[in-house]
């Protein structure tokens, strides 16, 4: 059960810091969730009925008194006692253990696979979290840089290089500014109480995200023969095991039972004669075979069973055709954020440039604060735009993890 937290951590070397905080979170998630709680009490419950079928039909006991008591040559029959003990056919008892043990091992794919949801659900959310907040310290850095040309708009006014309306426009883009961040803060904290239920505690609770995050050089070495691995489809390897296992008690309850039991008869002596074996009790063993000649049902469930090991071959086919779409999405996602993200460090330079020239230009005595804020608008669309694709290549990675890690 441990691996899978080590290899659902959704994150790479290159942020290390990052790594290690979303573990810790991993690893409560796991521990409070009560799905998995309830899951793992489902499977316990699944494994006692190993012993639950290891078990020998109710032995039947019998006593009867002979009301007119019947003369037999050693005397007179007074009562009847029996037992007896029906058995099922060698090795069906065996077999029993194997189907209910291999349904149990069915019910431990399903933990493994809420395990991974989970950890898919809290990553996500992670990285959600970080999006939400690095935008927030963008538009905090931007109504700030506004702030430092409003300063210089005034000063401009004051000389005559500048009009009160371009002071006043500065301060409408704050204005805007500021009421993005309260939006976003109002998102954030609607983010940190769905990251916070997911881990079952609090959802007031602050939640540690890292400040920077990256896109790394290159990805790591990727394995698409795991996603054949996924407990998604090893459920259903398992459910066609449990079929089989039934088949294979379904063949032995078809076999003859048998019992074995004992009567035992008292008998008085007989007062008018003596006999050999005068009063003799009777002992009488007895074998019993129960053989079901006329019961097609065991016919019936053999077809049921192959028509269910059918479907689950063909549920199973689906489900790898999904998760091999959502691998293909995955991965072209993941490659277009990267694009992304390199078209905009590019913008983001450029725009970083032209916001010197304007600086170089009021240090000359002219400045246009309409291209301030055009220069400004640009710049603060790609410092969103590289987080946003920060965020989807993370977010991506996320689920190409869920799919192939083992």
């Known amino acids: 059960m441990r691996k899978i937290i080590i290899y659902l951590v959704f994150a790479f070397a290159v942020i290390g810091l990052q790594a290690q905080s979303l573990e810790g979170y ?21 494994k006692e009925k190993v012993n639950e079928v290891n078990t020998l039909p109710n032995t039947t006991f019998g006593a009867g008194y002979f009301v007119s008591e019947p003369e037999t040559r050693t005397g007179p029959q007074r009562a009847k006692f029996s037992v007896s003990q029906m058995l099922p056919w060698f090795g069906t008892i065996t077999t029993r253990e194997n189907y209910a043990s291999s349904m149990a091992e069915t019910e431990y794919m399903e933990i493994v696979i809420s395990k991974r949801k989970l950890a898919l659900s809290v990553a996500q959310s992670y990285y959600n979290l970080y999006g939400i907040q690095a935008k927030q310290q963008v538009l905090l850095e931007n109504i700030q840089l506004l702030k ?58 602050v939640v540690e995200v890292v400040d920077v995050m990256d896109i790394p050089e290159s990805d790591p070495m990727l394995n ?7 407990p998604e489809l090893l459920k259903y390897d398992q459910l066609y095991e449990s079929v089989a296992q039934s088949e294979l008690l379904n063949q032995k309850e078809n076999a003859p039972s048998f019992g074995i ?25 007895m074998v019993t075979f129960s053989v079901p000649i006329f019961n097609n049902k065991f016919k019936s469930v053999t077809k049921q069973n192959e028509l269910r090991q059918k479907e689950i071959e063909l549920q199973k086919e689906e489900r790898l055709n999904v998760l091999e779409n959502t691998y293909a999405n995955a991965i072209s996602q993941r490659n277009q954020a990267r694009i992304a993200h390199q078209t905009q460090e590019k913008n983001l330079k450029q725009a970083k ?15 246009d604060f309409n291209d301030v804020l055009d220069i400004q608008e640009l710049q603060l669309k790609f410092q969103t735009n590289q987080i946003q694709s920060v965020q989807l290549y993370y977010l991506q990675s996320a689920i190409i993890n869920y799919l192939i890690n083992k």
Do not use: C, H, W
Request: proline fraction near 2%.
């Open 353 to 367: 440039d032209a916001e010197e020239i304007l600086v170089k230009n009021y240090e000359t005595g002219t400045i």
């Open 261 to 285: 039991g004992l009567d035992y008869i008292p008998v008085s002596e007989r007062g008018d004669m003596m006999v050999s074996d005068n009063g003799k009790d009777i002992v009488m063993p």
């Open 26 to 46: 991993l690893q409560e998630a796991e521990l409070n969730s009560p799905l998995i709680q309830a899951l793992e009490l489902r499977y316990n419950i699944a």
């Open 148 to 205: 430092t040309y409003e300063t210089l708009a005034l000063t401009s006014v004051e000389v005559g290089k500048a009009s009160a309306v371009d002071v006043l426009k500065l301060q409408i883009r704050q204005n805007e500014l500021q009421q993005q961040k309260d939006v976003l803060e109002q998102s954030y904290l609607a983010e940190q109480a769905v990251f916070n239920n997911l881990l079952n505690r609090d959802e007031s609770l």
């Open 224 to 230: 698409k023969e795991n996603l054949n691995l996924n």
